[in-house]
């Protein structure tokens, strides 16, 4: 049985640093690509950036580009979604998801829930002014 547990949600001021966590248990971790998406209130889910299964890829929406820095420890079975500078419209719950396919590059659907077939319960971000 697949679990996926992300942590690290909280509170911050704008400006602001916040690392979250997702660790993953009943599936072969280092094969797949593992994602991190955000769903803000009224919105959809999006896409904000995925790692290959080696860690030698990412994938980063251009929105956090330069602020957000995905990596991942295979030994821990562990993906962390470093966030710096952020900004109110980060606020969001946070979902870290395990891809359906081992491929190693960025696919052109990357930000498409479809690519994903195992999913966490979310963090909440919320960043304040």
């Known amino acids: 049985q697949v679990q996926i547990v992300e942590s690290g949600g909280g509170l911050v001021q704008a400006g602001g640093s916040l690392r979250l966590s997702c660790t993953a248990s009943?599936?072969?971790?280092?094969?797949?690509?593992m994602a991190w998406f955000r769903q803000a209130p009224g919105k959809e889910r999006e896409g904000v950036t995925r790692?290959?299964?080696?860690?030698?890829?990412?994938c980063v929406a251009g929105s956090v580009k330069g602020r957000f820095t995905i990596s991942r420890d295979n030994a821990k079975n562990t993906v962390y979604l470093e966030m710096n500078g952020l900004k109110t419209e980060d606020t969001a719950m946070y979902y870290c998801?395990?891809?359906?396919?081992?491929?190693?590059?960025?696919?052109?659907?990357?930000?498409?829930?479809?690519?994903?077939?195992?999913w966490g319960q979310g963090t909440q971000v919320t960043v304040s002014s």
């Open positions: 790692i290959s299964g080696s860690g030698a890829t990412t």
């Open positions: 998801a395990a891809a359906r396919e081992p491929v190693h590059y960025c696919p052109g659907s990357w930000r498409d829930e479809r690519e994903y077939n195992y």
């Open positions: 009943g599936l072969t971790f280092d094969t797949y690509p």
